[in-house]
């Protein structure tokens, strides 16, 4: 009784104090991430559904990444601009729409078009998101905000990648009905809890100094550059990952969709509790170790086979991912003035836009070209020189970082 109640301390203690308004941002992600299904099963699809080859189907996804990163930079703008409610409230929409239509695209080009834009007005959602909720979160409780809108989203994708891998073996079609179907189900939520838009922060007053320029913090734009590389990795998930799984280990769709399930239970279970047990070491360094574990689960991959095998691979590299993901958007928040958070966060969310823009025709050319060997073992030797860089970080504003 002495461990459940330990234990059941220490879970109150990492989701305690957090507003309201997280925890209602946290549930509109939830909704939405648990139909975003068809971006992980699109490989799949377009190779066996249309025949495209691997690198059409890179391509496609490519796609995604480049309207994306349009996205990202406009979702920023549109913030300041509309607010950064009403701009995911017209992205949750958008994209739902979008995801709908997709279905009914039949030829390669107007694959790409409606990937294109589904894209960038799904992409547009995250800064604001982001700046949402740094600016309802008080800077001492940020780290658990942004950990709980991640555990918000991979709880979702606990339920997204099990539940379609099942679909997908019935018909591919209800992908895309399920994933743009929640997405508007988050909208209509997200609109019921928030009525009405209301300004987060004071705006800057006239005779306060102006802002920093992004383009001259050079520890941001390292982190910026860092952030990319990671992306890279981080994108094999959506691409290279299930294809090898179907190939090499010849993994069915609902199997694939488990090891994915894996990843995010663990996520749901101890990402919280970590971030919280972590929160007095430097983010630079909880990060560091955590790119390191994600490009060694990645490298282990090609050494064994079996499902038991390559759950332990996954859980080598969500140890990862749990370090190095919701820290990587802590250390970025808290390094940031307000007055220009917003655009340090879609600098931030455009650095993986661009990563899923060119990781995908990246990772299926390695793979198709030298093999996936040389795919996976590259992606332990980006881990290292990651975490040589994170090690290497100095900042002088913020010990903390």
């Known amino acids: 009784m002495f461990i459940l109640k330990k234990v059941f301390s220490l879970y109150k203690e990492a989701y305690s104090g957090l507003p309201k308004e997280a925890w209602l941002l946290s549930l509109v992600e939830f909704i ?83 990937m294109f834009f589904v894209g960038m007005v799904g992409e547009a959602l995250h800064p604001a998101n982001s700046t949402a909720i740094s600016q309802v979160c008080p800077p001492e409780l940020r ?33 895309f009905w399920i994933d743009g179907i929640t997405c508007l189900l988050a909208a209509v939520i997200f609109m019921l809890f928030f009525k009405t838009a209301r300004p987060l922060q004071e705006p800057r007053a006239a005779s306060a100094p102006p802002p920093r320029s992004v383009w001259k913090d050079f520890y941001f734009l390292k982190v910026l550059v860092f952030t990319f590389l990671l992306g890279i990795i981080f994108v094999q998930l959506f691409n290279t990952f299930p294809l090898f799984f179907r190939t090499i280990y010849g993994f069915k769709e609902n199997r694939i969709g488990l090891l994915i399930a894996i990843n995010t239970i663990l996520i749901v279970l101890f990402e919280m509790l970590l971030m919280d047990a972590l929160k007095e070491k430097k983010l630079a360094k909880v990060i560091a170790l955590g790119v390191l574990l994600f490009g060694t689960g990645f490298a282990l991959m090609p ?57 995908p025709t990246i990772g299926a050319k390695i793979y198709a070209s030298f093999g996936p060997n040389a795919l996976w073992f590259g992606c332990g030797g980006m881990g290292i020189l990651l975490f040589l860089g994170f090690t290497s970080l100095k900042n002088n504003r913020d010990s903390k970082d």
């Open 303 to 359: 050494l064994g086979r079996g499902f038991i095998f390559a759950a332990f691979t996954v859980v080598v590299w969500t140890m990862g991912e749990i370090l190095s993901i919701p820290s990587l958007a802590t250390l970025i928040a808290n390094h940031s003035d307000d007055t220009v958070r917003g655009k340090y966060m879609g600098l931030f969310s455009f650095a993986f836009a661009l990563a899923v823009t060119v990781g």
């Open 32 to 114: 939405n991430r648990t139909g975003s299904m068809v971006l992980f099963f699109m490989t799949l699809y377009l190779t066996q559904t249309f025949n495209f080859s691997t690198t059409q189907a890179g391509q496609v996804i490519s796609g995604y990444g480049l309207g994306a990163l349009l996205g990202s930079y406009l979702g920023g703008k549109l913030t300041d601009v509309l607010g950064a409610y009403n701009v995911q409230k017209i992205s949750l929409i958008l994209t739902g729409t979008g995801f709908i239509l997709l279905e009914l695209m039949i030829s390669y080009w107007l694959i790409w078009g409606m």
């Open 143 to 175: 780290t658990k905000g942004f950990a709980l809108n991640r555990l918000a989203t991979n709880l979702g994708f606990t339920i997204g990648p099990v539940v379609g891998g099942y679909l997908a073996l019935i018909n591919y079609s209800l992908l």
